[in-house]
């Protein structure tokens, strides 16, 4: 089940919703009780060990 990350327009309270069905979303804000709160645009980690040419100086080490 995917977490998304809402924020509510009128308090500004950020929070998260487990989200049990495709349709399923936060109704209200569980700070101040605002309906429709917005869904954010999240990001998301890696595993340990993403790699980027940063750890490699000249950019030609093996992964």
Known sequence: MPIYEYQCEKCGHT???LARTLSD???KCPKCGARNPA???STFSTS????SSASCP???CSL
């Not at 340990?48 to 790699?51: A, F, I, V, Y």
């Open 15 to 17: 929070f998260e919703h």
């Open 25 to 27: 979303r936060a109704k």
């Open 39 to 41: 869904k954010q645009l």
């Open 48 to 51: 340990e060990g993403s790699h």
């Open 58 to 60: 000249t950019g030609t």
